[in-house]
């Protein structure tokens, strides 16, 4: 079975305009109230979930790919041209996630699946 999409991320230096701005454009339900203001985005039916935030490195958009080892996976990115942005880190009450940058740059987030 091939990876999968399973969250996505929009971040940019005004996490709470960005919120208003998806919510008003799309209809979605985002839920920011925690400590860190991460507004999640409840996955719908036949969609993903995902989370509109502030970010101190300013605008981006990432999605996040499901694998058995995030470390395995980004050494076969790094192999492949990719560059390690982040190194496999535990999201406190959460998963295991890593980031890299493909040949052209752009941010792809991995996050360790649960029982594989």
Known sequence: MADKVIHFEI???DGK???????????????ANNPMEYGIVSAEPGG????????PNGP???FYVEVADPAKAL????????KTLLEPMQVPGGPLIALFAD?????????????R
């Open 75 to 82: 050494e076969q990115a790094k192999s492949l041209g990719g």
């Open 60 to 62: 981006m958009v990432t």
């Open 103 to 115: 040949p052209e740059g752009n941010a792809i987030g991995l996050v360790k699946a649960e029982g």
């Open 17 to 31: 305009r960005l919120r208003n701005f998806y919510t008003s454009l799309f209809g979605w339900k985002i839920d």
């Open 11 to 13: 971040c940019g230096n």
């Open 48 to 55: 993903i979930g995902g989370g509109v935030a502030q970010s």
